[in-house]
């Protein structure tokens, strides 16, 4: 029986994991450090602070938010459901 259990706590954990935001795609045009404008066009996601990234991601999401990179991105995080792009958000900014 306990051995059930911790299988099905791995396999929960898993699929939290393989859920979660891909940072690896959004260093390519934010940088490592995410003080990259991406594109020379975006905001430094570094100096934003993390509810300000949270609400830029699910506002491109939503078609709510975004200039010129409005397109880009919703196609970025529309795979993201709302509680993974607030758990990212809490990882990267200030």
Do not use: R
Not at 61 to 71: E, I, L, Q, S, W
Not at 86 to 92: E, G, P, W
């Amino acid at each position: 029986m306990k051995k059930i259990v911790l299988s099905i706590v791995a396999l929960t954990a898993t699929t939290a994991l393989m859920a979660a935001v891909e940072a690896g795609a959004c260093q390519g045009c934010h940088g490592a450090d995410w003080t990259k404008p991406a594109l020379g066009k975006s905001k430094n996601v570094a100096e934003m602070t993390h509810a300000d990234i949270a609400t830029a991601l699910k506002g491109y999401k939503a078609g709510t938010y975004g200039g010129p990179m409005k397109g880009l991105m919703a196609g970025q995080v529309s795979k993201y459901s709302d509680a993974d792009l607030d758990a990212f958000s809490k990882t990267v900014g200030k």
